[in-house]
């Protein structure tokens, strides 16, 4: 029971509220994860927990770039790939708000790649939607830009995300 509760905040709840830009629900989230991983002693969750509520802070314009990429790294070298492709959207948002855009491109380029080689394409429509925005700052109306869009529209439309479909198209 515990670990669904954990899994349902870590792939639904979270990224769902920060979406919504519902920063309250999102921190409510996150904290009730810290303290479910804790309760449980699931230290991997825990990592994920506090990720999740820098995350937060960078999307709401924080400056904890450093912080959270490091917290990613230990939940990566822990192998725990759950949530994975959220925080790295969420690390190449952060990223290409400090003018980091190909930093944040190559992010995007991993997340993907990862994805699509996983089972964790739950967010792959999003992470093809971000690239395809960057590429487009990067050089407007780009054939990349338009196919990489037009891919995000089609899987977000595949998948059934019709929300994050929507997003893409």
């Known amino acids: ?35 479910a991983a804790e309760a449980q002693s699931m230290a991997m969750r825990t990592h994920v927990a506090r990720a999740a509520a820098l995350a937060i ?14 917290e990613v ?3 990566r070298a822990g192998e725990f790939y759950t949530l994975i492709p959220w925080l790295d959207g969420v690390l190449a948002q952060a990223l290409a708000r400090n003018g980091r855009t190909s930093e944040a491109l190559a992010r995007l380029e991993d ?13 792959l429509a999003e992470l093809m939607r971000m690239r395809a925005e960057l590429l487009d700052q990067s050089e407007p109306e780009s054939p990349a830009a338009l196919e ?22």
């Open 1 to 35: 029971h515990a670990l669904y509760h954990c899994w349902a905040l870590n792939e639904v709840m979270i990224p769902f509220h920060c979406d919504r830009r519902d920063w309250t629900a999102a921190r409510e989230a996150s904290a009730e994860l810290q303290g």
């Open 111 to 123: 997340a993907i790649t990862t994805s699509q080689r996983s089972t964790l394409g739950w967010w």
């Open 57 to 70: 802070d960078l999307l709401q314009g924080g400056d904890g770039l450093e912080t959270y990429a490091r």
């Open 148 to 169: 990489a869009i037009q891919a995000a529209h089609a899987l977000g439309r595949e998948q059934g995300a019709l929300t994050l479909a929507r997003r893409a198209g």
């Open 73 to 75: 790294a230990l939940i």
